[in-house]
């Protein structure tokens, strides 16, 4: 994930984050019909994956003992490594699965040399309450330049901006606006999906000498290969439908607490002369109730969101003298 100082990243890292980001996986599975990648993206072709923001890294272990993965071309290096600014929340080693590894990296910094296009599959899921939306263009950049020609791109994001109550109360609309606030105020993205589309398709591809585009792609690296939205609104999984209050309502819940925290110490430094103290102490007193409100939400109610699910290909660059990306073209 970006970088986690007080300005950015709104969670925490410790035992029961750990936990959550775990049962979210599984939420985010079934809510995804049981899939870890996207059904476009083929399984036996895939020797090496990587998972930037990995977190806990539930994700790329499953993927790991997937039985539809090829065999390991190498038994000596790993070929599933999972990235993240923090260790504190990798799994311990495990040597029964030697093609696993997990390095610290901050996806804001270029990655090493050595993992440049050495990767048939890059994921990446929920970091826009981590990237600025300074920093969007940097991150993509740095993302794809693991990719190897051909190689997918999995990203998957959902937003403050994409969720809503029901039955609507003030409650759950002021939680919501308070979170989408708390991002703006970090410069994160209130709604990253649009901007991450555009940026992933603008990335400038240099056409190595002698070849050419005659698929006319324009300057775009990545083509995009999907683009869908899994929403949890009358989504038929049972598992989906019992777990929504838990896994929507707990990240809910954190990240107004970031906010209310972070307003609650502003409102302490300040001096009663300050110039908006009295509206600054306005809005910590309704962020308390707002946040007494949502813990103590009754049962009949529930939280949904729209998870948008990117998938694109990088460019494949053919043997020299041949075209860049050719089209097969049916014989006269």
């Given at each position: 994930m970006a970088s986690t100082n007080g300005e950015t990243y709104m969670l925490q890292r410790n035992l029961d984050e750990s936990q959550r980001l775990d049962a979210q996986h599984e939420y985010m599975r079934q809510m995804s019909y049981g899939h870890l990648l996207h059904p476009s993206i083929p399984l036996h072709q895939l020797h090496a994956v990587a998972d930037v923001a990995t977190g806990t890294g539930r994700w790329l272990q499953q993927l790991a003992h997937h039985p539809a993965l090829p065999p390991p071309r190498s038994h000596q290096q790993p070929t599933f490594i999972g990235f993240d600014i923090s260790d504190q929340q990798f799994p311990p080693p495990d040597a029964s699965s030697p093609r696993l590894a997990f390095e610290l990296h901050d996806m804001l910094e270029p990655f090493p040399t050595e993992h440049h296009e050495k990767f048939d599959l890059v994921n990446v899921r929920l970091v826009s309450y981590a990237i600025k939306g300074a920093d969007l263009d940097r991150v993509v950049r740095n993302v794809i330049q693991l990719l190897r020609p051909g190689g997918y791109l999995q990203w998957q994001e959902a937003d403050a901006s994409d969720?809503?109550?029901?039955?609507?109360?003030?409650?759950?609309?002021?939680?919501?606006?308070?979170v989408i606030a708390e991002k703006v105020d970090r410069g994160l993205l209130p709604c990253i999906a649009g901007p991450l589309v555009k940026t992933i398709l603008s990335v400038p591809v240099t056409v190595p000498d002698g070849q050419h585009n005659i698929v006319s792609w324009s300057r775009d690296l990545m083509r995009l290969v999907h683009l869908e939205t899994v929403s949890t609104y009358n989504h038929p999984s049972p598992a989906?439908?019992?777990?929504?209050?838990?896994?929507?309502?707990s990240a809910a819940t954190a990240l107004l607490k970031a906010r209310l925290h972070r307003k609650s110490t502003e409102l302490q430094d300040s001096l009663e002369s300050d110039p908006g103290v009295g509206k600054l102490e306005d809005e910590v007193r309704a962020m308390e109730t707002t946040l007494r409100a949502v813990e103590r939400w009754d049962e009949e109610?529930?939280?949904?969101?729209?998870?948008?699910?990117?998938?694109?290909?990088?460019?494949?660059?053919?043997?020299?003298g041949k075209g860049w990306m050719p089209v097969r073209r049916p014989s006269p």
């Open positions: 969720s809503w109550a029901h039955p609507e109360t003030s409650a759950g609309s002021s939680c919501i606006d308070y989906v439908a019992a777990g929504k209050k838990a896994a929507i309502m109610s529930s939280w949904d969101f729209d998870l948008t699910w990117i998938v694109a290909r990088k460019a494949i660059v053919q043997d020299t």
